[in-house]
C-alpha cells in the first residue's frame, strides 16, 4: 500500500472515530445561558433525627439544576442563643454521586463526632455554574432553620432482600418493583408509624406481626434516593436509613476506552506514515 493510500485512511480512521466518539462525549463550542437557580428539594434533604450509627452522619442533599453544578457544600453549627447559629462545628464539601435529568444528589460524611440526643443546626448551600445559589437551613437573619440530632435507635431496614448497612450503601436492583422490610429491635413500643420518600414521593409502611412493610413501583430506570423514617407516639421522626437505589444504570467507561483507543492508533498511524515520507 502506497504512503498516500496509508495517509487518506488514517484521516479517514481518526475523523470517523471523532464523528462516533463526539456522539457520545464531545461538542462543539456552545454558548449556553443560565438565568435559572438552582433548587433544593427540601423534603428529600437529610434533616431531623438521624440513627446514632457512628456519630459520625452522612448527609444527602437534593436539589434541581438545568445546567451544571460550581459547588455544594453543607456547614454545621452549634445552636446559639435565640435561635441564632453558634459556633462552626465542621464545613463539609458534598460531591456528585448521582444525577437524573436536571435532579442531582450530592452526598458527604462529616469528621467530627456529635454528640447523641443534641441538636444541631445545619445549612446546605449549593451553587451552579453561572454563579446563582439557593440555601436551606437558614434565614434572612441568620437564624438556623434546620436541625439535625443523632438519637439512639436499633433497627434493620432491607429493600428487596437487601439489608442497608450504612447511609453510604448504593443498592444495585433489576426489577422496578421495591419491597420495604423495617424490623425494630430496640424502642418498638414507641412507634406509630414508618414511611419512606423515593426521592419525593412518600411511601406509607403498614405493620405486618412485628415488622413494618411497604411496596413501592419506580417509574423507571434511574437513580433514586430513599430515606426512611420513623415516627414515634410523641410526634418526633428519626431516620432510620438514607440510601440510593440504581436500576438500568449503563456503563459506558470501556466505550469511552475503545473510543480513545482506536483514535491513538488512527493519529499514530499517520505519525509513522508522516515520517516516512519525510526521508
Known amino acids: 500500500m502506497s504512503t498516500q493510500n496509508k495517509t487518506i485512511i488514517a484521516w479517514t480512521f481518526i475523523i470517523a472515530v471523532i464523528i462516533v466518539g463526539g456522539s457520545y462525549y464531545w461538542g462543539g463550542s456552545t454558548i449556553i445561558a443560565d438565568s435559572s437557580p438552582p433548587s433544593i428539594i427540601e423534603a428529600a434533604t437529610t434533616s431531623g433525627d438521624l440513627v446514632y450509627g457512628s456519630g459520625s452522619p452522612k448527609v444527602i442533599l437534593l436539589f434541581t439544576e438545568n445546567v451544571g453544578v ?36 450530592y452526598d458527604g460524611r462529616f469528621t467530627k463526632i456529635l454528640e447523641a440526643n443534641r441538636e444541631y443546626y445545619i445549612v446546605y448551600k449549593v451553587t ?45 436492583v433489576d426489577t422496578l418493583t421495591l419491597f420495604f422490610e ?27 406481626g412485628t ?32 440510601f440510593s437505589i440504581e436500576l438500568g ?3 459506558r467507561t470501556p466505550l469511552i476506552i475503545g473510543t480513545l483507543g482506536a483514535l491513538l492508533i488512527g493519529i499514530i498511524w499517520f505519525s509513522v506514515d508522516q515520517k516516512k515520507g519525510i526521508r
Open 211 to 242: 415488622k413494618w412493610v411497604a411496596t413501592y413501583q419506580l417509574p423507571g430506570d434511574g437513580s433514586y434516593t430513599l430515606f426512611v423514617k420513623m415516627v414515634d407516639t410523641g410526634g418526633s421522626q428519626t431516620m432510620l436509613a438514607s
Open 182 to 208: 423495617v424490623e425494630v429491635t430496640t424502642g418498638a413500643q414507641n412507634i406509630d408509624k414508618i414511611y419512606a420518600t423515593v426521592n419525593t414521593v412518600r411511601v406509607d409502611f403498614t405493620k405486618s
Open 249 to 251: 444504570i449503563e456503563n
Open 70 to 105: 460550581q459547588s455544594a457544600s453543607a456547614e454545621l453549627y452549634n445552636v446559639g442563643t435565640l435561635g441564632l447559629l453558634g459556633s462552626l462545628v465542621e464545613k463539609l464539601t458534598l460531591t456528585q454521586t448521582a444525577k437524573t435529568g436536571t435532579q442531582y444528589q
Open 128 to 172: 451552579d455554574t453561572a454563579g446563582h445559589s439557593d440555601t436551606y437551613g437558614k434565614d434572612t437573619l441568620g437564624r438556623g432553620t434546620v436541625k439535625i440530632k443523632l438519637v439512639q435507635v436499633e433497627a434493620k431496614v432491607s429493600v428487596n432482600g437487601i439489608e442497608v448497612k450504612s447511609t453510604s450503601d448504593k443498592i444495585y
